[in-house]
């Protein structure tokens, strides 16, 4: 990550779990003049006690670095309006179903926003009995291919991981309603509702 904490997040986390900098410091094992020199910028706590520092005062790791707080106001967590991540060092794929802070390999990841296809990206869906059978004539190769497709609808994220250089084959039972997502490693996420 190459974000490191501030002052100001530490003063503004502190004062909304309503401690003051010496309750802090007590369950720091640290004195009320360190936290005071951490909020004025005049010193950095130490790395070894961002963990505690980041659970006195009701956060994650990740959200005392960036200094922003996550909140997941979609309790009901449509998944339809799901958040997809993919790592651009390994190709890790993430998913969430509301606001999320996500890293991998050191580096925090950004949500992917859907485009609808262009040409060079379409799909082909055919409905076969029960089940949609998606194919492509998008390049497979070892530096340019799809890296899956996944078939979202209300209730239900299904997800068929792709390889380089293997046939775009892919089977979904219909569920009703939704929309198809596929990510293309050159070009981004891209979407179609079906």
């Known amino acids: 990550m190459n974000h490191y904490i501030t002052g100001s997040t530490i003063r503004t986390l502190r004062e909304k779990q309503r401690l003051t900098q010496s309750q802090l410091a007590d369950q720091l094992c640290v004195s009320d003049k360190t936290i005071s020199k951490w909020e004025t910028a005049k010193g950095l706590p130490d790395i070894t006690l961002l963990e505690p520092l980041a659970k006195?005062?009701?956060?994650?790791?990740?959200?005392?670095l960036s200094g922003e707080q996550i909140i997941n106001t979609n309790r009901s967590a449509n998944i339809l309006k799901s958040n997809l991540y993919v790592c651009p060092i390994c190709g890790n794929i993430l998913h969430s179903t509301g606001p999320a802070m996500v890293s991998c390999c050191g580096v925090t990841l950004p949500p992917l926003e859907a485009e609808p296809a262009d040409d060079a990206h379409r799909i082909l869906c055919e409905k076969i009995e029960d089940e949609y059978f998606i194919t492509t004539q998008?390049?497979?190769?070892?530096?340019?291919?799809?890296?899956?497709?996944?078939?979202?609808?209300?209730?239900?994220?299904?997800?068929?991981?792709?390889?380089?250089?293997?046939?775009?084959?892919?089977?979904?039972?219909?569920?009703?309603?939704?929309?198809?997502?596929?990510?293309?490693n050159h070009h981004g996420l891209f979407k179609q509702m079906i």
């Not at 006195?56 to 005392?64: H, I, N």
């Open 138 to 184: 998008h390049p497979m190769t070892k530096s340019h291919y799809l890296s899956f497709i996944a078939y979202c609808t209300g209730g239900r994220f299904d997800l068929v991981k792709l390889y380089p250089e293997s046939n775009v084959e892919v089977r979904f039972f219909i569920r009703g309603h939704g929309m198809l997502l596929w990510y293309c």
């Open 56 to 64: 006195a005062l009701k956060v994650s790791l990740p959200e005392l």
